[in-house]
Every structure is written in structure tokens, then in C-alpha cells.
């Protein structure tokens, strides 16, 4: 199965994709995105504007 991020409210794919290993078995059992260092500061940049509110909501 083949992942794609989740980057300010965007479904987006990496530059490539890495293979995730159960480590018991040995076979590749996901595929996951590799994030570009422009996706990872967008990421970053996302959540600290959104932590903020995000802080203000409750537990329940």
C-alpha cells in the first residue's frame, strides 16, 4: 500500500517512495513517502502556525 503526506490540509506525495520492512519477515509491507527538505519545512511551518489553537481545544 502506497502513503501520501498530509502537509497543511494537502494530500501530497513525496520524491520518492521508501519501502517499510516487517523486520520478522522481511517483505515489504507499506510503502511510505520520502518528504523534500522544501515539504518538510512547509510541514513545519503548517503546525507551529496551527499550534497555537490547536492548544486551546480540550481533552474530550
Known amino acids: 500500500m502506497d ?5 497543511n490540509g494537502a494530500l501530497v506525495a ?6 517499510v520492512i516487517n523486520p520478522a519477515t522481511e517483505e515489504v509491507f507499506a510503502r511510505v513517502p520520502h518528504a523534500t527538505e522544501a515539504q518538510l519545512d512547509e ?7 496551527a499550534q497555537k ?5 480540550g481533552m474530550a
Open 3 to 7: 502513503y501520501r503526506m498530509l502537509i
Open 53 to 57: 489553537a490547536w492548544a486551546k481545544t
Open 14 to 19: 513525496g520524491d520518492r517512495m521508501l519501502d
Open 43 to 49: 510541514a513545519v511551518a503548517a503546525a507551529t502556525a
